[in-house]
T-cell receptor, first 114, second 115 residues
Framework: AQSVAQPEDQVNVAEGNPLTVKCTYSVSGNPYLFWYVQYPNRGLQFLLKYITGDNLVKGSYGFEAEFNKSQTSFHLKKPSALVSDSALYFCAVRDQTGANNLFFGTGTRLTVIP | DSGVTQTPKHLITATGQRVTLRCSPRSGDLSVYWYQQSLDQGLQFLIQYYNGEERAKGNILERFSAQQFPDLHSELNLSSLELGDSALYFC??????????????FGPGTRLLVL
């Protein structure tokens, strides 16, 4: 079975500082990993995904994620946080059976402090 | 705006009732997915349809059912509602048959409150 874990319920960072939101995964084969962001009273917005290739994936709004196979991690990063980045972030892994549905982590609430 | 639309935005109903949630996928997308987001269960996959056919099933209760119509819109039917069914229900869509990993685009959700 596949799963992702987000070890931090809450991350606080000062505006302008780099941010990291952590995600670790557990899969039996090749991992297909995604990051989504959810703003209040909104749906989930796609940020980026890792399928294969470069371990550093660049996505929307200046976010990037680093895939690390040895540590089974897929941490989301941004060099300089904005107050508008404050939201709920979800890591997800694609179903290993071949269906395209996603298994989501529990989410990390990011607060960027002005 | 993802291009996925969901109606209604909010729904308040009583225990034991039945409701229908509607989703229109992005133009050109053939797959529709339903997810439930609740405080205790988090974000859970319910069911997927591809071009009118059921493709995958997740943690969907027997009281819940879904279908995808020829025009590709989908409906999620929730019956014999219980207090615990109160949640945010998301629809997502993607291009096709998913032989390779596809990005899913999510609608704004329907917030269901069962009283």
């Amino acid at each position: 079975a596949q799963s992702v874990a987000q070890p931090e319920d809450q991350v606080n960072v000062a505006e302008g500082n780099p941010l990291t939101v952590k995600c670790t995964y557990s899969v039996s084969g090749n991992p297909y990993l995604f990051w989504y962001v959810q703003y209040p009273n909104r749906g989930l917005q796609f940020l980026l995904k890792y399928i294969t290739g470069d371990n550093l994936v660049k996505g929307s709004y200046g976010f990037e994620a680093e895939f690390n196979k040895s540590q089974t991690s897929f941490h989301l990063k941004k060099p300089s946080a904005l107050v508008s980045d404050s939201a709920l972030y979800f890591c997800a892994v694609r179903d290993q059976t071949g269906a395209n549905n996603l298994f989501f982590g529990t989410g990390t609430r990011l607060t960027v402090i002005p | 705006d993802s291009g996925v639309t969901q109606t209604p935005k909010h729904l308040i109903t009583a225990t034991g009732q039945r409701v229908t949630l509607r989703c229109s996928p992005r133009s050109g997308d053939l797959s529709v997915y339903w997810y439930q987001q609740s405080l205790d269960q988090g974000l859970q996959f319910l069911i997927q349809y591809y071009n009118g056919e059921e493709r995958a099933k997740g943690n969907i209760l027997e009281r819940f059912s879904a279908q995808q119509f020829p025009d590709l819109h989908s409906e999620l039917n929730l019956s014999s509602l219980e207090l615990g069914d109160s949640a945010l229900y998301f629809c997502a869509s993607s291009l096709g048959g998913a032989s390779h990993p596809e990005t899913q685009y999510f609608g704004p959700g329907t917030r269901l409150l069962v009283l």
